[in-house]
């Protein structure tokens, strides 16, 4: 059996164009573990996850998925994770019957429509909605759509990228719950935000980043959320010393 973190990072250092994007990040993400990487514009969140999906390649340390460096086997890892973009991963002129259809076919996978069906049932994606393109979905329809997709997938991993932005408080709180129950089914999930709040109701552990350095990190304990004032004070640099 793997006993190794779904997620690590490893004095992980990135360089973009010449500029030090990352700088020494280590960080591990447990099986069913919910991590929120925090940071403002530009604090090199996005570029962590594009990392983890081999999309850049860290000019020092390693990242590693199930315990293999994501340099040696990119597919490996990629087959792990299911990766949520701050925009829209699936097409907008598809249903969501077809989008789900196509893109686990692309992903050597195949689902009947009631399979299909179960997992849309499993983000709450109304009925009705389910025959109509993705263009006329709202944000949150189309994040409930690419999270069924995951599901169908079976990836033990959920990378998201400002997973809430955009979305109404009520979707908010239903984004967290439908996130909550995949991770307690399991899910390892991986999510980087500029969310003070959104971060310490979702998450078991924050990780804050300034300028590509993990300068803090919070857990829940005991059953309580992170302390909302406590981080937001971290974030602003105000925190006692
Ligand atoms: N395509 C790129 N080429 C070169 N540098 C880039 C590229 N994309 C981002 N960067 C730089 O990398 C740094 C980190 O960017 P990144 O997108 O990872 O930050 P972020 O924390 O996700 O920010 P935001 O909250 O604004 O999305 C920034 O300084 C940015 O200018």
């Keep these: 059996m793997n006993m190794a973190s779904p997620l690590e990072a490893r004095s992980l250092s990135l360089v973009r164009e010449g500029n030090a994007v990352l700088d020494g ?6 099986k069913g573990e919910i991590f929120a990487l925090l940071g403002g514009n530009g604090a090199g969140k996005s570029s962590t996850l594009l990392t983890f999906l081999g999309f850049l390649e860290p000019s020092g ?12 086997d990119v597919a490996a ?3 792990a994770i299911a990766y949520l973009p701050e925009a829209a991963s699936l ?3 598809m249903t969501a019957y077809e989008n789900l259809d196509y893109f686990l076919d692309l992903a050597g996978k195949s689902a009947t429509k009631d399979e299909i069906d179960v997992a ?6 109304p009925n009705e909605a389910r025959s109509r393109r993705l263009q006329s979905y709202s944000k949150g329809m189309r994040q409930k759509s690419a999270i069924a997709l995951a599901l169908l997938r079976e990836t033990p991993i959920l990378l998201l990228d400002e997973p809430t932005s955009g979305l109404d408080p009520v979707a908010i709180d239903e984004f967290h719950d439908l996130v909550k129950t995949l991770a307690e089914g399991g899910q390892t999930v991986l999510m980087v935000t500029h969310d003070v709040y959104g971060a310490c109701q979702v998450a078991d552990r924050v990780g804050l980043l300034r300028h590509g350095k993990l300068v803090g990190s919070f857990a829940a304990e005991n059953g309580q959320r992170i302390d909302t004032e406590t981080v937001h004070a971290a974030f602003a640099g105000r925190e006692a010393t």
């Design 25 to 30: 990040v280590s960080f591990t993400v447990a």
């Design 61 to 72: 340390g390693e990242v590693l998925v199930n315990g293999r460096s994501v340099g040696s």
């Design 77 to 79: 890892a990629r087959n």
């Design 91 to 93: 097409y907008a002129h």
């Design 120 to 125: 849309l049932d499993r983000v709450a994606l």
